[in-house]
């Protein structure tokens, strides 16, 4: 499975942006998608999922409200729409796909990762 992610960017705190992942290389509705994020200096941290047929998702609570996951299985991509940033939410962004058919906040449960995008909220 390959995938790659974009849409990073610099915002200014209150904006918004969307990120996308495309995966190829496996049939989509197989995979469980996933964002998770790692800002400087400290571990990587699990933002949200979207089971195969986007019926199930689940979130960080502290992002449960300003981020949504969705998937459009005609194009093979996972979407994170990014509201109200904070500098906080500054981090890289990778998309990784589940070993397992469950919706796990554990990276080690993830097989294949994105390259990761950059996302930068300004104050």
């Known amino acids: 499975v390959q995938l790659q992610a974009s849409g990073g960017g610099l915002v200014q705190a209150g904006g918004s942006l969307r990120l996308s992942c495309t995966a190829s290389g496996r049939t989509f509705s197989d995979l469980i998608m996933a964002w998770f994020r790692q800002a400087p200096g400290k571990e990587r941290e699990f933002v949200a999922a979207?089971?195969?047929?986007?019926?199930?998702?689940r979130y960080t609570d502290s992002m449960k409200g300003r981020f949504t996951i969705s998937r459009d299985s005609a194009k093979s991509i996972v979407y994170l729409q990014m509201n109200s940033l904070n500098p906080e939410d500054t981090a890289v962004y990778y998309c990784a796909t589940s070993k397992y058919y469950i919706l796990s906040t554990q990276g080690d449960d993830y097989a294949y990762w994105g390259q990761g995008t950059q996302v930068t909220v300004s104050s």
């Open positions: 979207v089971s195969r047929y986007g019926d199930g998702i």
